[in-house]
């Protein structure tokens, strides 16, 4: 092979390769973008998000988590409803996210916000002292789900309500539990199950809840638990 043809398969081969990661990043950043600041205001045309905190009746004075918060759409919003007297631990396994979320704490003064960095097993929450959870858009990564729902209701006090919303395409509803995660996404009745093995009791369940299909190509749908 002559060192002309050689040196124009080693070029090739650095553009392939910047293009598929170029193709990835953007593939994140579609994923990803729907958290961020600046997509919160567009987000609340479709997510429905004062219905999810209707459901945990939560008042002033509350103490609510979020698990999954990522930059804090929904965790600012709960701050509002329990007002300073109350207090949102806002968990994540990601640290980043949890730095950008106090700086918009910071900036927006609101101090009845506990971050928390949690584990993939255990959000990290105190014992008998929540009266709402909520998991927005995140169920569907936790692989280990038993662990964490038996970490949740026994940080949940009698009475406290838990609150998932998740996505799925219609194309995609019979797929297997795996399939479906792999496309980020997981069926209600998946969840619905995992919920009454942990010993958990349903209250409500909406599907669809919030049409997402021009965003993303999907719907959520909504379950809301007890602890009895």
């Known amino acids: 092979m002559s060192e002309a043809r050689k040196v124009f398969?080693?070029?090739?081969?650095?553009?392939?390769?910047?293009?598929?990661?170029?193709?990835?990043?953007?593939?994140?950043?579609?994923?990803t973008n729907i958290y961020r600041e600046s997509a919160w205001k567009e987000r609340d045309?479709?997510?429905?998000?004062?219905?999810?905190?209707?459901?945990?009746?939560?008042?002033?004075?509350?103490?609510?988590?979020?698990?999954?918060c990522h930059e804090g759409y929904?965790?600012?919003?709960?701050a509002d409803v329990v007002k300073p007297s109350g207090r949102v631990y806002a968990v994540d396994v990601d640290a980043p996210k949890l730095e950008l979320l106090n700086k918009h704490?910071?900036?927006?003064?609101?101090?009845?916000?506990?971050?928390?960095k949690g584990e993939y097993d255990d959000p990290k929450l105190p014992t008998d002292q929540l009266d709402g959870v909520i998991i927005l858009d995140t169920y569907h990564e936790m692989s280990d789900y038993k662990k964490i729902l038996i970490h949740i209701k026994a940080a949940l006090k009698k009475g406290g309500r838990?609150?998932?919303c998740e996505p799925i395409a219609e194309?995609?509803?019979d797929l297997s539990r795996s399939e479906q995660a792999t496309k980020h996404e997981i069926s209600m009745k998946f969840v619905e199950e995992d919920l009454t093995i942990a010993g958990f009791t349903i209250v409500k369940k909406q599907?669809?809840?919030?049409?997402?299909?021009?965003?993303?190509g999907d719907v959520m749908w909504m379950l809301v638990a007890e602890k009895k």
């Open 45 to 68: 045309e479709w997510q429905r998000a004062p219905e999810l905190i209707k459901q945990l009746r939560l008042k002033s004075g509350s103490t609510v988590a979020d698990i999954g």
């Open 162 to 164: 838990l609150v998932i």
């Open 9 to 31: 398969r080693i070029i090739s081969f650095m553009f392939l390769v910047i293009v598929m990661s170029t193709q990835l990043t953007n593939g994140q950043d579609q994923w």
């Open 171 to 173: 194309s995609r509803r």
């Open 207 to 216: 599907d669809p809840f919030a049409d997402r299909t021009t965003i993303k």
């Open 105 to 116: 704490l910071a900036e927006r003064g609101i101090t009845n916000v506990t971050t928390v």
């Open 74 to 78: 929904m965790t600012v919003k709960l």
